[in-house]
């Protein structure tokens, strides 16, 4: 099966005037160990499918499917569980934890689990995002690029099935952000992971498989091995 797939998905937010529909029977498959670029204008439901599909948040219509697995029959713990093994996500807004250093903020995910990271795995992430000298630093001390950067290693610490990545190059310089990119695409490559972002960038979406697009909640375009002159 896809690594993750929409069958009629809908979202709405608020009630009354307040309503909003935020994604319309959207359908997508995300193929396993291949690297999905989500395009499209503000508000046009990017972030809400992102959400839905890493199981962040419950759709008001419609299925997700991780693998085989229906996310709406399982618990909220069960629900938990399945992200916190198989789903790596990096925010927007990063989400780090002020409290700690960049190097707790990384393995965290595996502290909470009461697991040690593999020491291997973790040099070659840090490395790869160019942040050893920034492992004692807290996020206050940090700039948003180191972050970011932050933010996508301790989504990558786990090595989850698959990544979702929201906007994930666009506070970076772009060698920065070219690095990065990099770093996901091997994922995918090298290590057969499942990748998916959302981005503005068409030199970013150009990295990826496939490009989904969307337009005021519906899926509008969708294509293969894209050029940068389609994503333009
Ligand atoms: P994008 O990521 O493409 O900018 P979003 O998924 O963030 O789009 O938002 C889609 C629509 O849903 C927008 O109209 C947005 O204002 C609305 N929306 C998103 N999150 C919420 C929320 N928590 N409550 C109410 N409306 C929301
Ligand atoms: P090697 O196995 O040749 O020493 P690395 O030091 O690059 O390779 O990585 C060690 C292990 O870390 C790999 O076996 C792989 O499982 C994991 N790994 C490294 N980089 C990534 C990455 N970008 N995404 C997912 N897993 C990775």
């Known amino acids: 099966p896809p ?8 979202k709405v937010y608020g ?4 309503r909003v529909v935020a994604l319309d029977a959207v359908d997508v498959d995300i193929p396993a160990g291949r690297f999905t670029a989500v395009m499209g204008p503000s508000g046009s439901g990017k972030s809400t499918l992102m959400h839905c599909l890493a199981g962040l948040d419950r759709p008001s219509g419609g299925s997700v499917y991780l693998g085989a697995t229906a996310l709406d029959t399982l618990s909220d713990g069960q629900l938990t569980d399945l992200r916190r093994r198989e789903i790596g996500f990096v925010f927007q807004s990063f989400n780090l934890v002020p409290t700690l250093t960049a190097a707790e903020n990384i393995i965290l995910p595996l502290t909470i689990g009461g697991q040690r990271p593999d020491a291997a795995l973790l040099e070659s992430i840090v490395a790869a995002l160019d942040l050893a000298g920034r492992l004692g630093h807290r996020p ?3 700039s948003g690029g180191q972050q970011q950067r932050v933010a996508l290693a301790r989504a990558l610490v786990t090595q989850p099935q698959i990544v979702f990545a929201d906007e994930p190059t666009g506070n970076l310089d772009s060698r920065t952000g070219g690095r990065l990119l990099g770093l996901m695409r091997r994922s995918v490559d090298e290590f057969g992971r499942t990748v998916v972002m959302v981005t503005h960038d068409p030199v970013a979406a150009a990295v990826a498989d496939q490009v989904l697009v969307l337009a005021d909640g519906r899926l509008v375009d969708q294509f293969s091995e ?6 333009l």
Not at 3 to 10: D, E, I, P, S
Not at 15 to 18: E, L, P, R, V, W
Not at 226 to 231: S, Y
């Open 3 to 10: 690594a993750a797939r929409a069958v009629g998905l809908n």
């Open 15 to 18: 009630t009354g005037s307040a």
């Open 140 to 142: 206050a001390e940090l």
């Open 226 to 231: 894209p050029t940068v002159d389609q994503v």
